[in-house]
């Protein structure tokens, strides 16, 4: 539990939120953060591609390419720009649907963004496990032990995250320069292996040719295809989760961050551009120069397509080297999807009441992500393959969301034309999500899984925390502080809970009257009034500000909060501290059914008020003598 805290995203790892006095990285270096997760799938996104799409393979890639540049670039670069914090696109749909659909949404999403992180941890692995068993130098021992191999990076980048995350950036920097060096490398040399043997261009587009009777043909079957290959836009969510790392101008503030906005915007677009690049390049080579049974499963290609060009022609000395680098980017990529999973849980969860405290604690999170992840690829039997459909399904959704949450943004902002382009593009990503589930629902499945569990966990974990106090800070403003003081002048406060409608001067004496007739106030003693505005009951914990005012002949302390009882029973708290003296309490029954006002309670934030404010305090303050008192009359 070291290093439980009320801030989210402070831990050690890719994603954490830098120190206040921090300034950040130059947006290349945080690239290259988001890139360990973003050009790591040049490890096994060829080889899909090829699966997928066959001879089309290229084809397929540049409708990948155009959808990347021109709709999650776009989508993306409106993300950074109303989402600066690190948020992301489920921050900014928070924002769009209030109360209880906008939580419940909330943790739809959370499910859909876990199988993707989780997916990402354990495809990454599995694909780190097949250029460890295909080298020519790996031990005889580890042929057909993918599945072991890829538990054992697991249960490494767990080690790893117990013991704690440090020098994240300089790592990253390092593993992207050298990978995307040896890949530039690896395509220059197939480059000169198509331009030496002329020829297998003219194969690959005769067997092309054969396959399909026109070029019309070919491009409807890569439109048709290209759903297939989008986890090669798996990246962009965690361009913006790293946004806090980004350098700014010195003159932002956290209102205006217009230089770190800037700068995102230049990572998104360089990445982009970079992997767009490489993509087209690293299809084109693998489908020349690889035949098409290699792809396949079980095939010296499968997983690992640019790793076997770089064995085939540069040696096996490179393409141990090869083998290295890449194993490490895709452990590392691993280790930015568990930070994003670390950062995203904590930010939303504990605030809703639907998560117990230990939550916001990185190392108990860190063993029920491991266990996730153990899971699924016991599930998948460590087969990359197998698990892209549901990677690919993780990402559209977020990219749906995302898109989505761009073109309702620009809409409420009037900028009629923008919001066309993106209600265009969310259709795009909304039929490619659809195409996916359809072809590959292990995805599907996996994501409702996760919802379910989220679901279910985060309701029971509300409800078992709903007799919380659930006020972070209880202040009172000038106005109350003077009727408190005057008030403790004469002994204990004396509150008489009210509903907080506008009365008039007889029925707040005829309130009055009945309370000290029913419940026994002492006589001649000052009462306050406390009533309570419910403002959202589905959240969980908020400020408090105590108003003070004095109408129709009464004192009233005024009070804005998610619940009544635990809004009353923490300012209860909070006055007894300032007096030094216990304050007293007074309710009237609630006519009804006591199990339609849990039910109320639970969901509207009122119902039965005075046993829950009691039962509040009573888990609040376990000492009788110190604890504030209720009476009902």
């Not at 393959?385 to 761009?406: E, N």
């Not at 966990?457 to 003081?485: P, Y």
């Not at 199990?595 to 609040?620: I, K, M, N, Q």
């Amino acid at each position: 539990m070291e290093g439980l805290s009320e801030q989210s995203a402070r831990h050690p790892g890719p994603h954490a939120t830098p120190d206040t006095e921090h300034q950040g990285h130059t947006w290349w270096r945080v690239m290259c953060l988001t890139g360990v997760d973003y050009f790591s799938t040049l490890g096994y996104q060829p080889g899909i591609a090829a699966l997928a799409a066959g001879l089309l393979s290229p084809l397929a890639t540049l409708v990948l390419i155009a959808l990347t540049l021109l709709g999650a670039l776009p989508v993306y670069r409106r993300v950074a720009k109303e989402s600066p914090h690190g948020e992301g696109s489920i921050a900014m749909l928070e924002r769009l649907l209030p109360w209880w659909a906008g939580k419940v949404f909330v943790l739809v999403l959370l499910g859909f963004a876990a199988t993707d992180f989780l997916i990402t941890i354990t495809l990454s692995a599995a694909d780190a496990s097949a250029h460890v068993v295909e080298n020519p130098f790996a031990p005889h021992w580890t042929h057909g032990a993918n599945v072991w191999i890829t538990l054992l990076l697991v249960a490494a980048l767990g080690a790893v995250f117990l013991k704690g995350f440090k020098e994240a950036m300089g790592i990253a920097v390092a593993l992207v320069a050298t990978y995307l060096t040896l890949n530039v490398v690896v395509l220059v040399t197939a480059a000169w292996q198509v331009l030496s043997h002329p020829h297998k261009v003219g194969d690959w587009t005769d067997a092309m040719t054969a396959e399909h009777s026109s070029p019309l043909a070919m491009i409807g079957v890569a439109l048709l295809v290209f759903p297939k290959l989008a986890l090669g836009m798996s990246g962009f969510e965690t361009g913006v989760a790293v946004m806090p790392q980004v350098k700014g101008d010195p003159t932002d503030t956290y209102a205006k961050p217009a230089g770190r906005i800037r700068e995102t915007r230049r990572l998104l677009t360089t990445a982009a551009v970079i992997m767009s690049c490489f993509l087209l390049l690293s299809s084109l080579a693998t489908t020349i120069l690889i035949p098409q049974g290699e792809f396949e499963s079980g095939g010296s290609a499968n997983g690992r397509a640019l790793a076997f060009l770089a064995h085939q022609y540069l040696g096996e000395g490179f393409g141990t080297v090869y083998d290295v680098s890449t194993i490490a980017i895709l452990w590392f990529a691993g280790a930015s999807a568990l930070a994003g999973l670390l950062n995203l849980v904590p930010r939303y969860l504990p605030r809703y009441g639907m998560a117990p405290e230990w939550t916001r604690a990185v190392r108990p999170l860190v063993l029920v992500f491991m266990a996730a992840a153990v899971l699924i690829t016991l599930w998948f039997d460590a087969n990359v393959d197998d698990q892209s459909g549901a990677y690919a399904t993780g990402v559209l959704v977020l990219m749906l969301s995302a898109s989505f949450a761009s073109a309702v943004a620009v809409h409420q902002r009037g900028h009629r034309a923008a919001a066309i382009g993106f209600g265009a593009i969310t259709a795009v990503f909304g039929y490619t999500l659809v195409t996916n589930v359809i072809e590959r629902p292990d995805g599907i499945k996996i994501a409702l899984i996760f919802i379910l569990a989220i679901l279910s966990t985060s309701f029971a974990s509300r409800v078992r925390r709903a007799f919380e106090l659930r006020a972070a800070e209880v202040t009172f403003d000038e106005a109350a502080a003077r009727f408190v003081d005057e008030a403790a002048a004469s002994g204990p406060l004396l509150l008489i809970a009210n509903e907080p409608h506008e009365h008039s001067t007889r029925e707040y004496r005829a309130k009055e009257y009945s309370q000290r007739e029913q419940t026994h106030i002492p006589d001649g003693r000052p009462v306050l009034f406390l009533e309570i505005f419910v403002t959202d009951s589905s959240d969980f914990t908020a400020d408090v500000a105590v108003h003070g005012d004095e109408k129709h002949g009464v004192r009233r302390l005024r009070v804005e909060g998610a619940t009544v009882p635990n809004t009353i029973a923490a300012v209860m708290m909070r006055l007894r501290d300032r007096t030094g003296q216990v304050p007293h309490a007074y309710f009237n029954w609630t006519e009804g059914n006591p199990l339609s006002h849990l039910v109320r309670f639970l969901v509207f934030g009122d119902g039965e008020v005075a046993p829950v404010t009691r039962e509040v305090l009573r888990r609040a303050e376990p000492d009788p003598e110190r604890r504030p008192r209720v009476h009902v009359g």
